[in-house]
């Protein structure tokens, strides 16, 4: 191996790093508000990718109809527990906040399709489809079992994974996809290596996510009521934040991050419709790193995988997968060895 | 007046016999057909699916046995692969197995249905010799007839050495084997051997080892949209040799993803994918056509990939060789089954839509030189290559 090798590489390794590094946020974000391990967020990273790219094909993106899907059940859904609980003056809003809003954006998005849109408007509708899918998936299948262990709501989420990825099949067909890059050309530096400004792209977006991230959490009521939940759920009701809604904001950034995810990596990498289990997988190493609390030690974590997978296909294109998530081994027993053991087990029985 | 109704009421019951013989004579020729309809490979898949169904909207009949489909999703897993030609096999009694896409499915099929005696007709290529294909055969080229055209024309065109990328599975082993074999006879080097999974999301690694070789071209052993990963990182890194690759990158879909950067690629294929070009003479020119007219009133669209073709020639394979099988013989008994294995096994000269097929006993492959074109990637055109 050469220095300029090593350079290329590495600079590969950064920007799937980079890509891990908002996944790893956005399931850190949602684990330790929620407690799930949201295994569908590599899938809404796909979608909105295949969204986009038949944006760019000016035809109607499926997403479109799960969204409207989803929006129809979120809202039956809340209706009925509205009813349940006697509290009819609060449907209205229910049914505008679960139902209109989500349709609203699928209006737009149908409205849109199907003609030569400039770049920016296709990302931006595609983004917006995405961002319900989290929020409404959730308010349908992980809200009301939202007390259950941590096993079960990760099972919950696994299977919310294969039915979104089964979707995905009906929805885009087997064949992937990949849209046009938002920036051209790039950096040269040195003889005859250059970064590509796309990689440029991808890494500036994940370090002023990071930013805005941070920001949000230390400056704003709602990035501290996130952070109050993740520190202590009982805590943080003690004090009058309601875990719904907090989760709902959890879900709703998530789904955000991996909108930006999709729409990043799909002009370097091929998407397909089961793409996104990788990416998520990948970053969940990543999250593990971080002990699914830490932020900086995920971001850290993210990065090392990515730089690890760049090398490793290098040595061993066959086993690059293979030594990514070898990494799991040692560090699961370096943290076992160093981690205080709380009282995990009672705070899930009562709630 | 008595008279014509005694006959009526005779030609009746003669009718009503005669129906009754029928039915019970003909019973119906079951064919089970496994096909990866979802998962990793289910862009083979589901055109697989699409071809077997124009082949029964083509023949749907052959010596007055109808043929009925039973048609199974292996979930592009092995494993379901084999328990499915277990079902059909045990709980359908099909007479005969058809399938599956991707090689490793395809082989896991071949050992059960060696076991239970059932004669497979695969269209992924089968590696399998003397014993163990006693009961299969496959209608696709083998690798090793299609990378050795392809290195015959690296030969041609003066490349001296070659990097290989493929698939980390068999495919892609099996690509590399007959690769190595051809190129070692006709003197041309290959100075690299690099492999990736079909759900990486970059080469970047692999491809800058095969740049550091230097190969005067690169051969991709892969298939479908993931093999268009090397050939755009390719592109990216500015290789400017020739690039090479498998059948198994024939679609539409693989030249929509990898776009401007595999123009110029190589690949060679079966007739049917560049049918209107062929010359009139060809074995293959008519019945590519009568293929596109059946697709064309099943699916209502045109076929653009070589998947569909592979399993209708599956379809013309059991039909020819169903047409020849005593018709004393019920469908169902494991007689029937013997002697369709035997009538496949003699199958003499059947024009197909992939070229021309013959069948022995001994080796699962049936195609020849005549099966293999190769063609150039021109502006998003398949071009035939004389």
Redesign the interface.
């Known amino acids: 191996m050469t220095w300029d ?1 090593a350079l ?2 590495s600079i ?1 390794g950064l920007a ?1 790093g980079a890509i891990y590094l908002l996944a790893g946020l956005g399931l850190v974000l949602v684990f330790s508000v929620t407690r799930v391990i949201f295994v569908p967020f590599g899938d809404i990273a796909a979608f909105t990718a295949l969204s986009l790219a038949a944006f760019e094909a000016q035809k109607v993106p499926p997403t479109v109809g799960l969204v409207g899907t989803l929006a129809v059940l979120a809202a039956v859904a809340e209706v009925i527990s509205l009813v349940r609980k006697r509290d009819f003056s609060r449907i209205p809003a229910a049914v505008a906040w679960w139902g209109l809003l989500p349709g609203a954006i699928c209006l737009l998005a149908w409205l849109v399709a199907a003609r030569d849109l400039p770049v920016g408007v296709a990302i931006c509708v595609s983004v917006m489809l995405a961002v319900p899918i989290a929020p409404l998936i959730a308010r349908v299948a992980l809200q009301p079992i939202a007390d259950a262990s941590a096993l079960v709501l990760l099972i919950a989420s696994l299977v919310l994974h294969f039915l979104l990825s ?1 979707l995905g ?1 009906v929805f885009f ?6 849209t046009q890059p938002l920036l051209a050309g790039g950096i040269s530096i040195a003889n ?1 290596f250059s970064i ?1 400004a796309q990689v440029i792209l991808m890494m500036g977006s994940a370090a002023v996510l990071c930013v805005l991230f941070f920001l949000a959490f230390e400056r704003t009521v709602a990035g501290k009521a996130l952070r109050a939940t993740a520190v202590n759920r009982v805590g943080a009701r003690l004090v009058g934040i309601r875990p719904t809604r907090t989760a709902l904001l959890a879900y709703g950034c998530a789904s955000l991050l991996a909108g930006l995810i999709g729409i990043l ?1 799909s002009p ?3 998407m ?1 419709y ?2 996104g289990l ?2 998520g997988l990948k970053a969940f190493v990543a999250a593990i790193i971080g002990g699914l609390s830490s932020y900086p030690l995920t971001a850290v974590g993210a990065l090392a995988v990515g730089l690890l ?7 061993s ?2 086993l ?2 293979v030594i990514v998530f070898s990494l799991l081994i040692p560090v699961l027993m370096l943290r076992s060895h160093w981690a205080t053991h709380s009282e995990e087990e009672t705070e899930e029985i009562d709630q | 007046m008595k008279s014509s109704t005694m006959n009526t009421a005779a030609i009746s019951f003669a009718l009503a016999v005669g129906f009754m013989a029928n039915s019970a004579g003909a019973a119906d020729l079951k064919v089970g057909f496994i096909a990866p309809l979802s998962g990793p490979i289910s862009s083979q898949g589901i055109p697989n699916a699409k071809g077997i169904q124009a082949g029964l909207k083509y023949k749907a009949e052959v010596g007055g046995r109808k043929i009925v489909l039973i048609q199974l999703d292996d979930a592009s897993d092995p494993s379901t692969s084999a328990r499915n030609a277990r079902k059909l096999i045990e709980d359908e009694k099909v007479d005969v197995i058809v399938g599956t896409g991707g090689v490793p499915g395809s082989m896991a099929i071949a050992a059960v249905a060696r076991e239970t005696k059932t004669p497979l007709v695969s269209f992924t290529p089968l590696t399998l010799a003397g014993d163990e294909s006693a009961w299969a055969v496959t209608t696709a080229q083998p690798a090793s007839l299609m990378i050795s055209a392809v290195v015959e024309h690296m030969k041609r065109a003066g490349v001296k050495s070659v990097g290989y990328i493929g698939f980390s599975d068999s495919w892609g082993d099996l690509a590399y084997a007959s690769l190595k074999k051809s190129a070692e006879s006709a003197g041309i080097k290959v100075v690299a051997d690099e492999r990736y999974a079909r759900s990486d999301n970059s080469v970047a690694g692999q491809v800058l080892k095969i740049l550091a070789a230097k190969p005067d071209a690169v051969l991709g052993g892969t298939a479908g949209t993931p093999g268009a990963l090397p050939y755009l990182a390719l592109a990216e890194r500015g290789y400017k040799g020739m690039i090479y690759g498998t059948h198994g990158l024939i679609n539409p879909d693989f030249v929509r993803v990898a776009g401007a950067s595999a123009q110029g690629l190589l690949a060679p294929t079966g007739p049917v994918m560049v049918a209107d070009q062929l010359p009139a003479n060809h074995p293959s020119k008519k019945i590519a056509a009568e293929f596109r007219a059946a697709y064309q009133q099943t699916h209502n669209a045109v076929p653009t990939d070589a998947f569909s073709a592979y399993a209708f020639d599956a379809w013309l394979v059991i039909a020819n060789a169903a047409a020849r099988v005593a018709p004393k013989l019920e469908p169902g008994t494991a007689e029937y089954r013997a002697a369709l294995r035997d009538a496949i096994f003699a199958t003499k000269e059947l024009a197909v839509t992939h070229g021309v097929l013959n069948f022995s006993p001994g080796s699962p492959n049936g195609a020849d030189s005549r099966s293999v074109v190769i063609v150039k990637l021109d502006k998003g055109q398949w071009v035939l290559q004389p």
Request: aromatic content about 12%.
């Open positions: 090798v290329i590489l590969d799937s089964g099949l067909g087997p064949e992937g996809a990949r005859g590509s990596i370097v990498t091929t397909y089961d793409s990788i990416i997978e760049s090398f490793a296909s290098f040595w294109g066959a690059k997968d």
